[in-house]
């Protein structure tokens, strides 16, 4: 399936297929997610109001997890395989996962100062998420610094490669050192330790983020595709003038 | 009307949640905005330059 879609030409075909439905579904796994979230899901009995704050800060800091991989995966396939997309793919991600990087941290910063009575503690899990957005951003500024793109993306791969050691760091930081954050209890062995009306707006809202993501990697990798067109044709129409 | 105020007050977090999905949906919204108006830029670019060099469309 994947050196079908590395023509780019077939990958346009199919983006374009995909991009009305994935735009729909986003629009409306949000819609029903802050419903459920923001409406009609109860308090909690310790944090009240403030247990609504998970539902966006736990999905963005899973998308800002596993988007890192992602980035990893391509830049690994980029650099070994010379997919034709995956560089292009892995940079077209970048942005989102920072986005939702931010997210997290701001937000997480958000619920707690109500609930810990600090906004920051150089706490394992917060300082790890901390590094992976530096590393995000250390990731878009090599693709912004260096010319030509060949080379960036070569630069930019090794960052999120040597990163993605981070990733498993920020899931078990809270296993492996005494952290103030609270321990998994949704992406457990045993399974959910959640009360299911606070479980399953979550998982709406998680659906949601994921549906947003794959639309704007669409967008942006459409973006790039045709950024490569146009630097191909400006270059032509230049040399025959 | 007092189960709206409820709403808007978030049992006196009112700061914090409306903070935490104020920023959530600033930062979905504008890099959605951002990334397709990238992409229609693109696209009408795109568009204007193929329009200046018709021999050469569909050719390797």
Partial sequence: MFTRLANPTRFLGLADRLLPWLAGATVSAFAAGLAWGLVLSPPDYQQGDTVRIMYVHVPAAWLALSIYLFMAAASVVGLVWKHPLADLAAKSAAPIGTAFCLIALVTGSLWGEPMWGAWWRWDPRLTAMLVLFFLYLGYLGLWAAIEPPDRAAQAAAILAIIGAVNVPIVKFSVDWWSSLHQPASVMRLDGPTIDPSILWPLLVNALAFHLYVATVLVWRLKAELLDRRLRALTLALAERT | ?60
Avoid: D
């Avoid at chain 2, 009112?14 to 959605?32: C, E, R, S």
């Fill in chain 2, 1 to 60: 009307m007092s189960g709206l105020q409820a709403f808007f007050e978030m049992g006196g977090y009112a700061l914090y949640v409306w903070g935490a999905y104020g920023v959530t949906f600033a930062v979905v919204l504008g890099l959605g905005l951002a990334s397709w108006r990238g992409l229609k830029a693109r696209e009408q670019a795109l568009a204007r330059l193929e329009a200046a060099r018709p021999r050469r469309r569909g050719r390797p």
